[in-house]
């Protein structure tokens, strides 16, 4: 049917030309026309007749084909790409002019193998990207595609695959339908093809067939039970009555496609309903089978096989079809070429010979008009006009073909006007994988590189690009939280002055320097009594001065740190701890004297006593200083800019540099702290005697467990809680000194003066000489 309407297109622009007074005044356009029937080998037979010598049956064999008159000066059609790509070649070799007004595959836009082939339809590659826009639009990224096993088929689903691969559309399946249906594997091939198509779970067919093809799968498709999809068509199979006129086409859901957006030829339906009423059928078909006779009926048997059973009922639908223009327009192409070539005016034309190639040039650079609309081949001999989108509604059982959109290099669709199989009539999803939203990146799943899961971007990486299968990660001086499309600033962290636990520890840094104070004040006053100067006198005030000190250096740990502070933090609390134990060696030395080495205490006591007692405690700063100096040159305590310990912040904190400068700065107050426990802790008193032994004992026994502790946990952290630590140490060792030493002496000072004798505070160098006497 499809064929019948093209012939008669034909004819009826050919009669427009003839019986026009302007267009090719005085000259009349003849024609031979021959059904191709979409076979190679019958659309070869009446090429070879066209390229005979004008008035024999034979094809000359020439050097030089310029002078050359074969018996048609251009062709029209046909129709079928792979017809066009097997004629092109024989009418270029001639340079002979060839207009089809249906073949649109890429491969005829090669005009150095096709010099002389045209055609009136857009290419392949437009409909491609057409398709491709259509599905971007209604977000499906999982499809179906299949095509006919021909040259239109697979031309057109292979420039579809290529685009749609770099445009996020993923290809579940991809199959072609037999080219012979009629033969035994055809069937099987079709129902692997259904199947295959329902196993994917898609949702979304793109069909590239021509109307027979297509029409078996869709019908197969409906007794195999396939479900509803949509089917994304092309016009040649969208408008032919063979698809449409298929049982049950209704219930194969959607269907969508790009038809050629062309106008109406005016005056078509009018000739044709003229042409059925004038002619008797009979005879029209009987004439035609005489005029084919007269050429070689034998060999082009073109015998209209249903012209006896068609009428204008059967063919009036199709007068409409996008199709229709075309024709026309391929017809009108020659005769402007040939208007131009042969030099006419809108009066006459010359009556001079003119070549086939001659024509070539005026159909490649001039344009021309068509019932007033203008036409021009492109670089590759085809003319774009664009694509209407069109859906097919149903009415009455009866299919209409409804434009809801249009595409020209865009593609714009009134969705609104799109009723979907669905329950709600909106458009179904299908998608192998959902859009990645901004900070997501792709996860490849299972083995179609094509699908992918949405996974968010971890902490400290960034989303870079739309098409990223992994996420960047930030420079080391920024951070990102979770599905970040860009990196920021990290923010400096160390113990804020502000913040609860400094708040806290400051306060109790306040209340030890306090204590510290208070205690030093209580020592001055009561400096000559009797307590007092068996604790050591003024030294036990200088303690206290150093211990208030200590107290003091929890300031270096709060607060941003910088090298400086780094360096002063150790430095600071060696040299003060040492001046608070330098005052304890003499009395424990004194105490070791006496109670162990009665018979050598006159002769030494008068080194660790009095004066030199004071020159002992500044040895030992000394040497403290030295060791100071000495961790200064090894390696002092530096600033840490440490990035990976905390996901969104910088950590500021004063790292050690060296461990032997470290043991060597704490190591001497370590065995200054042991000595005196050591001198100290076996010393037994009387009971009506105070014992000053016990206090440095406990002091210093306090000191060692409180850096066994402080040592384990200062040498694994390494965040603020490294401050933290470091200032509890000190708070714990000041508060342990003024608890087992100080504070029990300020208690009998104030609560207990009754106690503050000679008698009840006796010194043990006094004591020794009346109980060796006993």
Known sequence: MDGLVWALAMRFAIEQINNSSSLLPGITLGYDMYDTCFEPLVALQPSLLFLTRKGTSTIGLLCNYTEYQPRVTAVIGPHKSDLCLLTAKLFSSFLIPQVSYGASSEALSNTELFPSFYRTVPGDKNLAEAVVLLLNQFGWNWIATVGSDDEYGRGAQALFLSMAGTNNICIAFEGLIPADLAEPNARKQLENIIKLINSTKVNVVVLFAHSLPAQALLELSIRMGLGKKVWIGTEAWMLSDIAASTPGIQSIGTVLGFVMRTATVPGFQQFVAELFSSVVQEEFCQKSQELSGLVNAEVLDTHCQQCDHVTLGDIWPMLTVTTVQPVQVAVYSVAHALHRALGCTSRSCPKTPIRSWQLLHFMNTLPFEVDGQSFRFDQSHGTNTGYKLIFWAWRDGTVTYLPVGDYDQSLYIRKSQIQFYTADKKEPTSECFRRCQPGQFKRIKGFNLCCYDCTDCSENTFWSSTDSTSCSPCPQHQWAPARSTRCQQRAERFLFWHEPLAVALVTLMALTAALSCVAALLFLKHLHTPLVQVSGGARSALALLWLLLQSLSCCLYVGRPSPGLCTLQQLSYALCLNGCFSTFVPKALEITLVTEFPRCAPRLLCWVTHGRA?????????????????????????????????????????????????????????????????????????????????????????????????????????????????????????????????????????????????????????????????
Not at 655 to 671: D, E, I, K, M, P
Not at 704 to 732: D, E, G, M, S
């Open 614 to 774: 004071w020159l002992l405690v500044a040895v030992s700063l000394l040497i403290q200083v030295l060791l100071c100096c000495c961790h200064l040159y090894l390696g002092p305590d530096f600033l840490v800019v440490d990035y990976k310990s905390l996901p969104s912040e910088v950590l500021l904190v004063c790292g050690t540099q060296s461990w032997a400068a470290f043991a060597l700065l704490h190591g001497y107050n370590s065995c200054l702290a042991f000595l005196c426990f050591l001198c100290t802790f076996m010393v037994q008193t009387p009971g009506r005697r105070y014992n000053v032994a016990r206090g440095i004992t406990f002091a210093t026994l306090i000191c060692l467990v409180t850096w066994i502790f402080f040592l384990v946990v200062f040498a694994t952290l390494r965040t603020v809680l490294r401050a933290v630590t470091q200032i509890c140490t000190i708070l714990a060792t000041t508060l342990g000194i003024l608890a087992s030493y100080f504070v029990p002496k300020c208690y009998i000072m104030v609560f207990r003066p009754d106690l503050n004798t000679e008698d009840y505070c006796q010194n043990l160098i006094e004591e020794e000489p009346e109980v060796n006497r006993q």
